[in-house]
């Protein structure tokens, strides 16, 4: 349809044409954006550009945020083909020509997933905090911006915080289905994939990846996160083979990450000297890489002094690359490391609590097979019977919970800070600390921890 609609649009007069092929312009770059077709994007918007040009300057005025939305799409083809330093300025730029909130807080979504994608994980939260906020203001949006939703997962992922990084993909996955858009889905695939080596389901990480390269050609940097993925998968599964072949697609010679991946494909294979190339040989790519790849890098390191009996020195290693890890609170790359990580941190009660430390309060200090219990994120057998003790001893409930409160104490048990629960509850900070405060009064608690024990205890969440 739109094809024809071009063909006929030279039949029309002057001061029709220019705003009807600006508007068929439009349309290729949305059919463009959905299907993933980066090529077809990048002429539309080139195209978009000069026929704004041309436009009077009356058709300019009646359409202030014209050049807001040209902005955005431009940065879209800059983040799309990889420029993130060039895409993150022109939305920046673009976002304040924007007319509408809800259009603003989709510039804000796009450089919330460039900061999360390059590791910066508390900015990207800042700024999809601040996209949730314009999507408030937007009485007729219907659903959160994709992009925003998106970022945040993505952080709550890399944080480790699994049940949140689920409903931000279950909240994105509504917004998809409402306004498809194919990079922005990718990434949430990128998202659930991770999330599948973290649980340890290898061969569903895998078949997600799939998934998400099925049907169009995703960008280089992208398919480079998707063959890490996909390398790690293999070699857990012992598929050596397969994991070497994603490590090279993901181009060790040049990434921190990809050398990583060829170090661990190659462990797996149980060759130690070709693990040792492998992360010598991209060692100039180590400087100006992101926290995240030397995260990567190091822990592939450590893995191999491990392997080779040398504790102290993968120790050293290891807790290097926790401070690394430490201002971020970037904890994911440790959990899918857990398989050769429990011993050390077992044997070791100086590393195990420099752990917790980065990990969260979740992890143990002392005792073997704690820090196992707590990498694993389940309880040991000493927490098992202090929750079972205090079972026996459950409070007292003189007023009901409401349901708002109930829906804060679940943000509560999820380790959401005060301001993550009102921008999920869409109310204002000091209406969650007001339903804190009757929270604690009715279960008598005195802090969060203990209210989320008891309402556990009561089976109230």
């Not at 219907?142 to 049940?163: D, I, K, N, W």
């Not at 040049?254 to 190659?266: F, I, K, T, V």
């Not at 509850?425 to 009064?441: C, E």
Request: glycine letters at 6%.
């Amino acid at each position: 349809a739109l094809a024809a609609a071009e063909n006929m649009l030279g039949q029309l007069p002057g001061h029709d044409e220019v705003p009807s092929r600006l508007a068929a312009a439009e349309v290729r770059f949305a059919l463009a954006r959905r299907t993933g077709a980066l090529p077809a994007a990048r002429a539309a918007a080139a195209d978009a550009v000069a026929l704004v040009r041309r436009l009077p300057p009356e058709s300019l005025e009646r359409h202030p945020g014209l050049h807001g939305q040209l902005g955005a799409a431009q940065a879209l083809v800059e983040f799309w083909s990889g420029d993130f330093a060039q895409a993150a300025a022109a939305f920046r730029a673009a976002s304040p020509a924007m007319q509408s909130a809800y259009e603003r807080a989709g510039c804000l979504g796009r450089l919330a997933q460039i900061e999360a994608v390059s590791g910066r994980l508390t900015s990207a939260m800042t700024l999809a905090a601040d996209a949730a906020e314009l999507f408030r203001q937007d009485l007729t949006a219907e659903h959160p911006h994709r992009a925003a939703t998106v970022a945040r997962a993505y952080v709550h992922l890399q944080r480790h915080e699994l049940a949140e990084a689920r409903r931000q993909l279950r909240g994105a996955e509504a917004a998809l289905r409402a306004s498809p858009d194919r990079l922005t889905a990718a990434l949430a695939s990128l998202v659930a994939a991770r999330g599948c080596l973290a649980e340890g389901r290898f061969r569903e990480a895998a078949e997600i990846v799939a998934r998400a390269r099925d049907g169009w050609s995703a960008p280089p940097w992208l398919e480079r996160h998707l063959a890490l993925v996909e390398s790690h998968a293999f070699a857990a599964v012992r598929d050596t083979g397969a994991a070497l072949a994603a490590a090279r697609r993901a181009g060790p010679e040049s990434s921190l990450e990809a050398a990583a991946a060829m170090a661990r494909a190659w462990l797996a294979a149980g060759d130690g000297q070709a693990a040792e190339q492998a992360l010598t040989a991209a060692a100039h790519a180590c400087e100006g890489s992101p926290d995240p790849a030397r995260i990567e890098a190091t822990l592939a390191e450590a893995h191999l002094a491990a392997s080779s009996g040398e504790r102290g020195h993968a120790a050293r290693l290891v807790e290097q690359a926790l401070r690394l890890a430490e201002a971020e609170q970037l904890r994911l790359p440790f959990i899918v490391e857990r398989g050769w990580l429990e011993p050390l941190l077992d044997s070791d009660p100086g590393l195990a609590r420099a752990y917790r430390d980065v990990m969260g309060p979740r992890q143990l200090e002392g005792g073997p097979g704690r820090a196992r219990a707590a990498i694993a994120g389940t309880p040991s057998a000493v927490q098992s019977h202090a929750v079972a003790g205090a079972a026996d001893d459950a409070p007292l409930v003189v007023e009901s919970l409401t349901e708002r409160e109930r829906e804060v104490l679940r943000h509560v048990s999820e380790l959401l800070l005060t301001a993550e629960i009102a921008s999920e509850m869409y109310v204002s900070v000091n209406t969650v600390k007001s339903h804190l405060k009757s929270i604690f009064r009715k279960l008598g608690a005195a802090s969060r921890n203990e209210a989320v024990r008891r309402a556990r205890q009561l089976e109230l969440i």
